[in-house]
């Protein structure tokens, strides 16, 4: 799939930055970029979601030295 946007010569610029930075073309840039961009939200709605299950659970959390005490044992 192929699609176009409009920058400003600003943007363009500072996205020719990026791309020279990360040794890629600009169209590899977007790409790289956008997909981190997505990556990233993707990751922080997955980890919303486990800490409102978490929360609604009534489960605590307790100091890792108590875990290593009991495994020491």
Do not use: N
């Amino acid at each position: 799939m192929a699609f176009s946007i409009r920058l400003t010569e600003e943007e363009r610029a500072l996205a020719e930055s990026y791309a020279k930075l990360h040794s890629c073309s600009l169209a590899d840039a977007f790409k790289r970029a956008l997909f981190e961009k997505i990556e990233e939200e993707y990751d922080l709605s997955v980890f919303d979601e486990a800490y409102r299950e978490y929360v609604e659970s009534g489960r605590r959390s307790r100091p890792i030295g108590a875990l290593w005490e009991e495994t020491d044992e």
